[in-house]
């Protein structure tokens, strides 16, 4: 689950991480009294006004902008919210900005200059250990650099049954290049940075630009967080966090009647049973040349009822053009899930006007294989997978 900025802000502050202070507003004249209060205690007149989609590249796309005077909040609000903003990261239509975030301006002019550093927070797969990559090319894209200055690019990795120690914290710091106050701020800050990390099981932290002001504080100027939805049940208070609108709405749909249904591409529905098989389902989709539309996984019952909800989540996207149904039957058995097939399918009468091919292998597959072929209708039977896949070709041409 991805947060917004305020939110992933909020969430870093409530584990003592330094923030750039920000009221978030959903209207020009809630930005405008955000902007108020937020001057009784930063002192500073002026503010950021910051889009809040979930997506990066914000500042490109004309959806962060400085406002030196209340008047140029309410104008630069006014302009951001509502907007379709396009970013590298949004879809090409770019997606619609509802909120905004107006945060104190932290780059304020002083003795020395500011800098701005890359700071994230990662688990290494292939180690088994939480990473923290982090960087002296702040605010920048960090792929660029990654391609052009690999050298600039540190990682420390934290062996997750000692915690992040205090050597490891000032490397960061010293590698950093940061001497005096500010090298004690930035050991502070990734201290708090990674137990905010653990703290919340968070799979994903990017804190781009990490700040140092020129009175030497550090502080997030950015932050994207995303939480491990596995981890959801240990913070149901997080679930107030999901921001709906964000979400491709047949994905939401399926999720509130506990099905797994992932948005792609291409044009073949899948619907199949455990993650393993949707897996090698769409291997083999695309071995045979084309593409599948989705990931749909029923779990373990595949009875009439959840059968016909499946096809109608998979038949609201308008580029299926086939859907094939792969599922083993080994605790649910393939007569039963045949049976649901054949009573979704008659149930919905004309919604379905694809092909559609079913391989059902396991407990009494032939059974439901004879269930299929003796049903009228226009579904086909697959015994072997290399034949469903080749069925599946032949059907949408
Ligand atoms: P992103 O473009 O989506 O990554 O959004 P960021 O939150 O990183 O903001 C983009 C850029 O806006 C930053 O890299 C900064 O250069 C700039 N910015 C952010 N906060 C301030 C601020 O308080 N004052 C000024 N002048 N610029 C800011
Ligand atoms: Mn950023």
Not at 90 to 114: I, R, W
């Amino acid at each position: 689950m991805n947060l917004h900025e305020y939110q992933g802000k909020e969430l870093l502050a409530s584990y003592g991480v330094a923030i750039q202070r920000g009221i978030v507003a959903k209207t020009a004249d809630e930005a405008v009294e955000a902007a108020k209060e937020l001057t009784t205690t930063t002192g500073t007149s002026w503010h950021v006004i910051k889009a809040q989609i979930h997506a990066g590249g914000r500042g490109k796309g004309g959806g962060v902008k400085l406002a030196k005077s209340i008047d140029e909040v309410a104008s630069v609000a006014g302009t951001i919210l509502g907007m379709q903003l396009i970013t590298p990261q949004t879809p090409p239509e770019g997606k619609k900005v509802n909120q905004v975030l107006v945060a104190e301006d932290v780059y304020y002019p002083g003795a020395s200059e500011p800098s701005e550093f890359y700071i994230s927070v990662l688990l290494n797969r292939a180690t088994g250990k939480n990473m923290i990559m982090y960087s002296t090319e702040g605010g920048m894209d960090i792929e660029a650099v990654a391609e052009a200055t690999p050298h600039l690019i540190f990682t420390e990795e934290v062996d997750p049954a000692l915690g992040l120690l205090s050597f490891q914290a000032r490397k960061v710091a010293f590698n950093l290049g940061l001497s005096g106050m500010a090298f004690k701020e930035m050991t502070r800050f990734v201290t708090a940075l990674y137990n905010a990390f653990v703290g919340s099981d968070a799979s994903l932290f990017e804190i781009n630009p990490v700040l140092k002001t020129s009175d030497d504080k550090i502080i997030a100027v950015d932050a994207k967080v995303t939480l491990d939805d596995n981890s959801l049940f240990r913070h149901p208070d997080f679930e107030d966090l999901r921001d709906l609108s964000e979400e491709n709405p047949v994905e939401v749909e399926a999720r509130a009647v506990g099905l797994n249904y992932v948005d792609l591409d291409g044009n073949v529905g899948c619907m199949v049973n455990g993650a393993g098989l949707a897996m090698a389902t769409m291997d083999l989709i695309k071995q045979a040349g084309g593409e599948p539309a989705n990931f749909l996984d029923v779990g373990g019952t595949a009875d009439a009822a959840r059968v016909e909800t499946a096809f109608r989540l998979i038949l609201k996207d308008p580029n299926v053009k086939a859907i094939l149904i792969n599922i083993f039957g080994g605790i649910v058995r393939c007569d039963r899930v045949a049976q649901g097939i054949v009573d979704a399918y008659k149930n919905m009468g004309d919604a379905i006007q694809v092909p559609i091919i079913v391989r059902l292998q396991g407990t009494n597959a032939d059974i439901a294989k004879e269930l299929i072929d003796s049903s009228g209708l226009n579904v086909l039977s697959a015994v072997a997978f290399q034949e469903a896949a080749d069925k599946v070709q032949e059907a949408i041409g």
